[in-house]
């Protein structure tokens, strides 16, 4: 079992930055493959980013790229998402995930963090 618990959400205006954070704990977070997710309201829930077990590859949604930056510190049990020029439509809550593999589904979640953005 992994446990992921995410913080660092609340509200920001458009055009500001905010940093959420995933803590992990259960087993070895460098084994994992690390992604975040959001859902707004109504919408399905949609793919952020991802990264490697070891931190040397990420992959973005198109919306998000340039925007977003995940990382991690594996010494630390952590991933974090940097999220700068922040839109309205960035509202949402936003989820952590884990997976051992990238043969494998998202198999850990967090509870989410609120992200809302004013215009």
């Known amino acids: 079992q992994v446990q992921l618990v995410e913080s660092g959400g609340g509200v920001v205006q458009a055009g500001g930055s905010l940093r959420l954070s995933c803590a992990a704990s259960?087993?070895?977070?460098?084994?994992?493959?690390m992604a975040w997710f959001r859902q707004a309201p109504g919408k399905e829930r949609e793919f952020v980013a991802t990264?490697?077990?070891?931190?040397?590859?990420?992959y973005y949604a198109d919306s998000m790229q340039g925007r977003f930056t995940i990382s991690r510190d594996n010494a630390k049990n952590t991933v974090y998402l940097q999220m700068s020029s922040l839109k309205p439509e960035d509202t949402a809550v936003y989820y952590c995930?884990?997976?051992?593999?990238?043969?494998?589904?998202?198999?850990?979640w967090g509870q989410g963090t609120q992200v809302t953005v004013s215009s």
């Open positions: 995930a884990a997976r051992i593999g990238p043969l494998y589904s998202w198999q850990y």
């Open positions: 259960g087993r070895t977070f460098s084994n994992y493959n």
């Open positions: 990264i490697t077990g070891g931190g040397d590859r990420t």
